[in-house]
């Protein structure tokens, strides 16, 4: 079992829908929870980062964490074209120091 | 400001060259990490430095040798590369909490893109 595991895609949805993206993890002693979204050949960028069960909204986006199940996942509202791009789901822990876990990420594709 | 800066933004090198890439961050963040990440795959953890003190080295061959000169910038010292070598090398940083045991966010420069022939 990997450690973090996200549905590498491609997901298809289309503009002015929802897209969820989903990420589980095995470590109960993960602490912290982030997404980032990153472009063909561009370095990750931050979207969120979350740390308590419940969920968390910025803009078009929420992030929700239920540390019992295991899983984060990455809502989208109003997806864009532009959103189009790898989904990538770091859980962060401390083990000696600070370490994040990737997933291998979700590519997302937002259909005109 | 949350930037990272890296340089160069591309490297083509010879498997006898040696070559350096660099990282600097502003934001007075402790910890700076070293990544190498392939095509469609997510970054891998080469190096970790906190405080400026090499804390996480994960079995990376020593033919990749990091240093940090100071709490703003981070090195990576590269000799006898590989062809399989080539990727892109991202540099991030963050905040460091040693007494509180929370992970905090780390944020990414741009990437050098490596070539090794």
């Known amino acids: 079992q990997k450690e973090v595991e996200q549905n590498s895609g491609p997901l298809s949805v289309p503009e002015g829908a929802i897209a969820s993206l989903n990420c589980t993890y095995s470590d109960r002693g993960s602490q912290s929870f982030f997404w980032y979204r990153q472009y063909s050949g561009k370095s990750p960028e931050l979207i969120m980062s979350i740390y308590s069960n419940g969920d968390k909204e910025d803009g078009r986006f929420t992030a929700q964490l239920n540390k019992a199940s295991q899983y984060v996942s990455l809502l989208i509202r109003d997806s864009q074209p532009s959103d189009s791009a790898t989904y990538l789901c770091a859980v962060g822990r401390l083990s000696g120091t600070y370490k994040y876990i990737f997933g291998t990420g979700t590519r997302l594709k937002v259909l005109a | 400001d949350t930037e990272v800066t890296q340089t160069p933004k591309h490297l083509v090198m010879g498997m006898t060259n040696k070559k350096s890439l660099k990282c600097e961050q502003h934001m007075g963040h402790r910890a700076m990490y070293w990544y190498k990440q392939k095509a469609k795959k997510p970054p891998e953890l080469m190096f970790v430095?906190?405080?400026?003190?090499?804390?996480i080295n994960e079995s990376v061959p020593s033919r990749f040798s990091p240093e940090c000169p100071n709490s703003s910038l981070l090195n990576l010292h590269l000799h006898a590369l590989q062809p399989e070598d080539s990727a892109l090398y991202l540099c991030a940083s963050s905040q460091a909490y040693p007494d509180r045991g929370i992970t905090d966010t780390q944020y990414f420069g741009p990437g050098t893109r490596l070539t090794v022939l």
């Open positions: 430095y906190s405080y400026e003190k090499l804390s």
